[in-house]
């Protein structure tokens, strides 16, 4: 006659590998993950409601702070250089977005100007940088 | 007999503790994985004219057109009459309620705000304006 065993051992999951996953993932994140490498300049963005988001891989920083100084690329800029620097830009990415992380209280002149280079390069799409709005702040 | 003899002898071997090993993988993986959400994007997007020739011009009536003019002082006007910031978003809705062929037009002194621009431009967006156009007021 045959005797049938009975496992007494408890169902578990192992969980030894769990640590080995967690580093798997860790690695992939810390690979993937992209840092801003721009500091570019010290701004104040202005609030809006409106807000989106943008594509960030398709943007182009142009800071411009409330001394009118232009940033692009970590180098400051004068205004004549802006179409330059753009045009080849535009060049190596056609959809390629310039966004203006630009103080709220910069002289709207000198955006104009920048806008005008921007026209003469081509770079059409434009992406105004503003902060999540609050209420009670005029902007 | 001396206080010497008394002392135990550890005998526990010298391993470090692995045991939270995955708990420190997960943590950091936690915040690579949170660390580029922090870093949105959020704007007012536009697309702008490109370069002035005379196929890209288009000729519009001048009653179609609704003109919002900042001010070198950073006061708004609408269609020539002043107006508060809170009200222009319904005078816009207004307008393209009884003409939807309006075309918004912000003009912007070179001396004002660059945040006034971005509290009116936010105003039109959320108005609903679908054509919009920027114009800076010449000196």
Redesign the interface.
Same mark, same amino acid.
């Given at each position: 006659m045959a005797f049938k065993k009975t496992i007494k051992s408890e169902p578990f999951i192992p969980t030894s590998s769990m640590g080995d996953i967690a580093f798997l993932l860790l690695i992939f994140f810390m690979v993937t993950v992209v840092f801003t490498e721009e500091t570019g300049l010290v701004v104040t963005l202005p609030r809006a409601e409106a807000g989106e988001e943008g594509v960030r891989d398709l943007l182009t920083n142009v800071y411009i702070n409330e001394k009118g100084m232009i940033s692009i690329d970590d180098q400051i800029v004068p205004v004549d250089r802006v179409a330059a620097l753009m045009a080849q830009k535009v060049q190596e990415n056609p959809f390629m977005i310039v966004a203006f992380k630009t103080d709220k209280h910069t002289p709207y002149g000198v955006v104009s100007d920048v806008m005008e280079q921007l026209k003469e390069a081509g770079a059409v799409k434009v992406f105004f940088n503003t902060d999540l709005d609050l209420p009670g702040v005029p902007y | 007999m001396g206080v010497l003899a008394k002392r135990k002898k550890n005998r526990g071997t010298n391993e470090i503790p692995m045991a939270s090993?995955?708990d420190v993988?997960?943590l !950091?993986?936690v915040f690579?994985?949170v660390?580029?959400m922090k870093?949105?994007?959020?704007?007012?997007?536009?697309? !702008?004219?490109?370069?002035?020739t005379k196929e890209t011009t288009v000729k519009i009536k001048q009653s179609h057109v609704a003109t919002i003019k900042?001010l070198a002082n950073n006061t708004v006007t609408f269609d020539g009459q002043p107006i508060a910031?809170h009200g222009l978003q319904q005078a816009i809705k207004d307008r393209i309620v009884s003409d939807p062929k309006t075309v918004v037009i912000l003009e912007?002194?070179? /001396?004002?705000?660059?945040?006034?621009?971005?509290?009116c431009? /936010?105003e039109v967006? !959320?108005a609903d304006a679908r054509k919009v156009s920027?114009k800076?007021t010449k000196?």
């Open positions: - | 090993t995955s993988a997960f !950091l993986l690579f994985i660390m580029p870093q949105e994007e959020i704007g007012l997007s536009l697309v !702008l004219p490109g370069k002035k900042i910031l912007t002194h070179p /001396d004002a705000d660059y945040g006034m621009m971005i509290a431009l /936010d967006k !959320l920027l800076t000196p």
